[in-house]
């Protein structure tokens, strides 16, 4: 008198689906992994100009314990690289992890009129993803990324001036 233990054999072959079927496993997998949003322990976020005088790129890269700065100078040469220790959770997002699938890791046409261009970039895993976006340009399933890049350039600029002016 003990329990009657059924299996299920689930066998599909991929051969017997319609097309109809397929495009709409397809689309619905596509669409799952837009929704799926991952915090990358390590992110990189910046802005560069290509034909420009002074500092020309920045490049930010946010930690949840450190925030290393990054200033590229054209006309002299000189970089400058700072490190402030603290909290940085604050300004980590989550990205879709269908973005790791570009593999042109650009966004329109960033600095093609000279209006330069954002960077956004991740470590995942061991592989570091980087992405250029034009100024007003972002992937579909990851509406409002140069929104949210300026916002985040924005707070860490406030953020290096209120540590660097005790």
Same mark, same amino acid.
């Given at each position: 008198?003990?329990?009657?233990?059924? #299996?299920?054999?689930?066998?599909?072959?991929?051969?017997?689906?319609? !097309?109809?079927?397929?495009? $709409? =496993?397809?689309? &619905?997998? @596509?669409?799952?992994?837009?929704?799926?949003?991952?915090?990358?322990?390590?992110?990189?976020?910046?802005?560069?100009?290509?034909?420009?005088?002074?500092?020309?790129?920045?490049?930010?890269?946010?930690?949840?314990?450190?925030?290393?700065?990054?200033?590229?100078?054209?006309?002299?040469?000189?970089? #400058?690289?700072?490190?402030?220790?603290?909290?940085?959770?604050?300004? !980590?997002?989550?990205?879709? $992890? =269908?973005?790791? &699938?570009? @593999?042109?890791?650009?966004?329109?046409?960033?600095?093609?009129?000279?209006?330069?261009?954002?960077?956004?970039?991740?470590?995942?895993?061991?592989?570091?993803?980087?992405?250029?976006?034009?100024?007003?340009?972002?992937?579909?399933?990851?509406?409002?990324?140069?929104?949210?890049?300026?916002?985040?350039?924005?707070?860490?600029?406030?953020?290096?001036?209120?540590?660097?002016?005790?």
């Amino acid at each position: 008198m003990g329990i009657k233990q059924e #299996t299920v054999n689930l066998n599909f072959k991929w051969n017997k689906f319609s !097309k109809t079927t397929k495009v $709409f =496993l397809i689309s &619905s997998f @596509i669409f799952a992994f837009s929704l799926i949003r991952f915090s990358f322990s390590t992110e990189y976020i910046g802005y560069f100009a290509g034909e420009c005088n002074g500092v020309c790129k920045v490049n930010y890269t946010i930690t949840s314990n450190k925030l290393i700065i990054d200033n590229f100078n054209n006309d002299n040469g000189k970089n #400058t690289h700072k490190v402030i220790k603290g909290d940085f959770d604050g300004l !980590k997002f989550n990205a879709p $992890f =269908l973005l790791l &699938s570009n @593999i042109t890791g650009r966004f329109g046409c960033p600095d093609c009129d000279d209006g330069g261009g954002y960077v956004m970039g991740y470590k995942f895993l061991w592989m570091h993803f980087s992405f250029e976006f034009d100024r007003d340009s972002s992937p579909w399933y990851f509406s409002g990324a140069v929104a949210i890049i300026k916002e985040r350039l924005k707070k860490i600029d406030e953020l290096a001036a209120s540590r660097s002016n005790p």
